[in-house]
T-cell receptor, first 113, second 114 residues
């Protein structure tokens, strides 16, 4: 079985500050891990994904995430927050089937000017 | 190239009514999915399709029906709407499965059942 826990439903940071959004997963098989972003009134957009290989994954808009197997974590970071980063972020883990993704409950990021 | 389109954007139904949410993609993707998004629960998979004529259930399929007669279209049918089906519905498509390939999401349909 697969599941995802996102710690913190709301995170606020100042513009220019570090962004850290936390994601822990549970998976009975080697996981594929994803971060998606949802801007207001829009669908989800893939930020980055980990499949195999390098554990530090770089995505769009300056975001990156590191897969840590020992900690079962896949936290999302960005060194310097921008106002345009304000959105909801979802972590997801793949299931056994080719089309099964299990999403976390989301973290809403607010960027304070 | 319109990507994934969904209609309608908003819909209000009365309990017991039926309706179809439309989803179409023009990227020649084999895989298509329907999710519902509820506050505090993230996205949950309703049904998915791995190609024309092939569909399967996801995590929360009860009360919904799907079919896939063409590669482009994947409609979601609510047979007898209930207030518990009030949600935002997203359609997604990908060339391969969601595990291995990027999913593209439509803009969503906001459904209210009274």
């Amino acid at each position: 079985a697969q599941s995802v826990t996102q710690l913190g439903s709301h995170v606020s940071v100042s513009e220019g500050a570090l962004v850290l959004l936390r994601c822990n997963y549970s998976s009975s098989v080697p996981p594929y891990l994803f971060w998606y972003v949802q801007y207001p009134n829009q669908g989800l957009q893939l930020l980055l994904k980990y499949t195999t290989g390098a554990t530090l994954v770089k995505g769009i808009n300056g975001f990156e995430a590191e897969f840590k197997k020992s900690e079962t974590s896949f936290h999302l970071t960005k060194p310097s927050a921008h106002m345009s980063d304000a959105a909801e972020y979802f972590c997801a883990v793949s299931g056994v089937g080719a089309n099964n993704l299990f999403f976390g409950t989301g973290t809403r990021l607010t960027v304070i000017p | 190239n319109a990507g994934v389109t969904q209609t309608p954007k908003f819909q209000v139904l009365k309990t017991g009514q039926s309706m179809t949410l439309q989803c179409a993609q023009d990227m020649n993707h084999e895989y298509m999915s329907w999710y519902r998004q509820d506050p505090g629960m993230g996205l949950r998979l309703i049904h998915y399709s791995v190609g024309a004529g092939i569909t399967d259930q996801g995590e929360v399929p009860n009360g919904y029906n799907v079919s896939r007669s063409t590669t482009e279209d994947f409609p979601l049918r609510l047979l007898s709407a209930a207030p518990s089906q009030t949600s935002v519905y997203f359609c997604a498509s990908s060339y391969g499965g969601a595990r291995s390939d990027t999913q593209y999401f439509g803009p969503g349909t906001r459904l209210t059942v009274l």
